[in-house]
């Protein structure tokens, strides 16, 4: 590219809200083969809302959500604060943590005085003062020897909580696990909207002929969902955040030329392993800085723009 068409393109760029870092970023975008997204915060808003609570029989939902939240509530994860925003708009007051454990990827183990939330606890000889709240994913409570299969729905047990929870996947929610005292307590159910842009961007990256792979920690259900909401080629779901730059790498060994677009601070070290890295300008300051290019709005659609714009500038064609 001349450097007229260097500066053209990166002027054109600027009005169109992406932000190359470099004139070998505008230049390095037009033969991208394969783009690596993240999904929340990127695909989708990341601000997720509590949208469903089942307890399981006879322990009180408003209970359940008190306790989730008060385990959440030193917790800066999005989930962690769409849990703690509920309590808040139900009035339900937090009782004060001890001690928590943040599991990266699976959730929080919080511990509490041993007496708090009393009716699930009553029944349950406490030899020791404290009590665990466990909230995250299957993972999680299994790992603690949480038995997740013999909790029933409140209404008369007429649905297991593990059913509710899959068909609550199969809809794109994202589910949380409650245990209280090595208990299954309950399940929540998470919504984080699509941006209104995705499906568009991600069908025109896919008409490029450019391969599309979501990488989430989410698990497999809520992944597929979103995925075939908006039309990727490809789901990984149930990743660890530090095995996204380990993808990128995987796939550039096979030989593609990969870009990926992400918001997060887990997102930063595969911003900077992909040949192209593109950072949602409403993301963290971690992606920006690890990124070549920013995307100011955070619509997926100025990506495409990024790619045309740099093919464009290769050809000279302005
Ligand atoms: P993502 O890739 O969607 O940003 P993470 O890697 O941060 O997700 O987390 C993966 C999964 O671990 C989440 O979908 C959730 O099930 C669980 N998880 C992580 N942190 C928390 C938390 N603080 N509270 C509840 N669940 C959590
Ligand atoms: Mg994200």
Redesign the pocket.
Known sequence: ATPLSVTIGTGRGARAGVLYRSAEALQGAHDVDTIVL????TITQGRPELADALSVQGLDEDLLIRA?AS??SN??????QA?VQAAKDRNLELVPIKDFD???????DATFPSGSFKSMTENSRNEENTLHVL??????LEGKGIDLGNGMADQAGAQSLLDTARSWEDQGR???FVAIAGRLAGVLAVTDQVKSGSKQAIHDMNERGIQTIM?????QG?AEQVGSQVGVTRVVA????EDKAGIVKALQAQGHKVAMIGD?I?DAPALAQADLGMAIGTGTDVAIESADVTLVSGDLNAAVKAIDLSAATMRNIH
């Open positions: 993240d999904k929340t915060g989730a385990a959440e917790s800066e994860h999005p989930l962690a849990i943040s599991v990266t990827g699976a959730g929080i909230v995250g994913n299957r993972r999680l994202t589910t949380i990488l989430t920690g989410d698990n809520t149930q990743i660890h955040p997060g887990n």
